[in-house]
């Protein structure tokens, strides 16, 4: 599922993503991955979730001369392969990394098969090989797959 936070009404594919509040993307993950995943008897995997885009998928800030969460106020255009989000370490921890980790532990079903990183850096490093967040999810019990969009 998309858990990424709604942060702008413009962007195109908010009805894609169940909210703004990351508690509630926390919860909406969880059951994700809770309904669709299963294994069978022998615990074989049936069906896996992938959760995306992981972290900080601010494209739709991209221009916006500082009016989201990181934006510099000198960015005058950016794409997602060039935007690169500048985020404290406060503000992953307890709004972008909430709905993640609401889908790898509050799964009844076990964390999910895979994430998907997302197109964007995160404080200089893009966010596929950006150990810090592969650290950080793979910290709370995952233990699958991260796959590029």
């Not at 702008?8 to 809770?34: F, L, Q, T």
């Not at 392969?81 to 909430?98: G, K, P, Q, R």
């Amino acid at each position: 599922p998309v858990v990424n936070l709604i942060r702008d009404p413009r962007w195109g594919r908010n009805v894609e993503c169940p909210s703004e509040d990351p508690i509630h993307s926390g919860k909406y993950a969880a059951a994700i991955v809770s309904g669709v995943q299963s294994a069978d008897s022998r615990g074989r995997l049936l069906a896996g979730v992938e959760m995306k885009h992981f972290a900080v998928y601010q494209v739709e800030d991209c221009g916006g001369g500082g009016h989201g969460p990181g934006i510099p106020s000198n960015v005058t255009q950016c794409s997602r392969m060039t935007f690169d989000a500048n985020i404290s370490e406060a503000e992953l921890n307890e709004t972008y990394f909430v709905p993640f980790y609401g889908g790898v532990k509050g799964s009844t079903s076990g964390s999910p098969t895979g994430y998907m990183c997302s197109y964007n850096a995160v404080n200089g490093v893009p966010a596929c090989a950006n150990k810090m967040l592969s650290d950080a999810i793979r910290s709370w019990g995952f233990d699958g797959y991260c796959g590029t969009d």
